[in-house]
């Protein structure tokens, strides 16, 4: 299981640098890491998601709607 060390943020287009260092067992599905935009700052907190699962779409591993409800949530 492989994560970016950079992101682009979603909220301004900036890179977000990995903040979370990898376990030294590795990566696994369900692991959360955090990444901190060097445009506005925001943390996100990403969650490692399984490429075979059928929700997941994404290139990068992550599952990104897991990921916006988890934000969502954290704003109300
Ligand atoms: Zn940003």
Redesign the pocket.
């Known amino acids: 299981m492989e994560v970016p060390d950079v992101i682009t943020?979603i909220?301004?287009g900036?890179s977000?640098h990995r903040l979370t260092p990898p376990p030294e067992e590795g990566w696994e599905v369900g692991d959360f890491v955090a990444y901190r935009?060097s445009?506005?700052m925001?943390r996100w907190d990403m969650v490692v998601a399984d490429p075979a699962d059928e929700g997941s779409d994404t290139e990068s591993g992550f599952d990104f709607r897991q990921w916006m409800a988890e934000r969502n949530r954290d704003q109300k």
């Open positions: 943020c909220d301004c900036q977000a935009c445009g506005c925001d």
